[in-house]
């Protein structure tokens, strides 16, 4: 029984202490044809326990690898109403000197819509940023299609949405699940999310479940033979200050 209890103990200190300071960087090569770096980011849940100085490494790791794209899929904060009042000039000066020659995008994600008010806020700091904020909106970046959907548990997400004719396209998404209704997901090349944390505690086959992230939630899929789809374990925590099996991850695709 003693060694249970210290192995419990053991895991408790690795989940709080460790590993959700350690950043873990993947790489996903899809096709060179395009010849274009994309960094993917999300979940940053900026609060108490994930604070500048935790995010700073994984800024400089953006700046270190020069990415083409930069991609936020949502989460900026835990609780929006905790940081409205508050000094946050660092926080918003460390996003705005992330850069990328074909420009920084992002979505919202449901923590970030606490109330409309807040939801305006968040949008605001985002292009106070540099980032453009995609509400059920498609554009084209270059020779990419890009599409951003809104968030699915507290907004109001177009599951009609289409890329725009190009040789790649590519869809930001919130909750993953947000594909089991959306009509036109196979048109999409790549598909990226977040929200799921990769469970947050997962041990093996026991992980944490959150609603919008049941059918995908962690790691790379496949939809059909044109579309991937990937859902990024996040940077930040939510509900309890712990991760314990998903450490933070910022991923880059090359396409």
């Known amino acids: 029984m003693i060694w249970i209890i210290l192995v419990l103990l053991l895991l408790l200190i690795y989940g709080i202490f460790i590993e959700p300071h350690l950043m873990l960087v993947k790489e996903i090569e899809l096709s060179k044809k395009q010849r274009v770096k994309i960094a993917h980011f999300t979940d940053i849940h900026f609060t108490w326990h994930t604070t500048i100085r935790r995010l700073d490494k994984f800024a400089k790791n953006i700046k270190k690898n ?126 990226v999310a977040g929200h799921s944390h990769g469970g947050q505690i997962r041990l093996g086959p026991l992980r944490l479940k959150n609603k919008g992230s049941k059918v995908y939630d962690k790691g790379i899929y496949k939809l059909s033979d044109k579309t991937t789809i990937y859902v990024n374990s996040g940077i930040g925590l939510t509900f309890l200050p712990i991760r314990l099996g998903v450490p933070p991850e910022i991923v880059y695709y090359y396409i």
């Open 66 to 191: 020069q990415p083409d794209l930069i991609l936020f899929t949502g989460d900026l904060f835990d609780k929006v109403d905790d940081w409205k009042d508050k000094n946050i000039e660092a926080f918003v000066q460390m996003l705005s000197d992330l850069d990328a020659p074909l420009g920084k995008f992002a979505i919202l994600g449901n923590h970030d819509f606490d109330s409309e008010g807040n939801r305006q806020f968040v949008a605001e700091l985002l292009s106070q940023s540099g980032f453009t904020v995609l509400k059920n909106k498609t554009l084209k970046v270059g020779d990419l299609s890009l599409s951003g959907l809104d968030d699915l548990r507290l907004g109001q997400p177009d599951n009609n949405i289409q890329p725009q004719s190009s040789e790649f396209a590519l869809l930001m998404i919130h909750e993953p699940d947000t594909l089991v209704d959306c009509q036109y997901a196979e048109q999409f090349d790549l598909i």
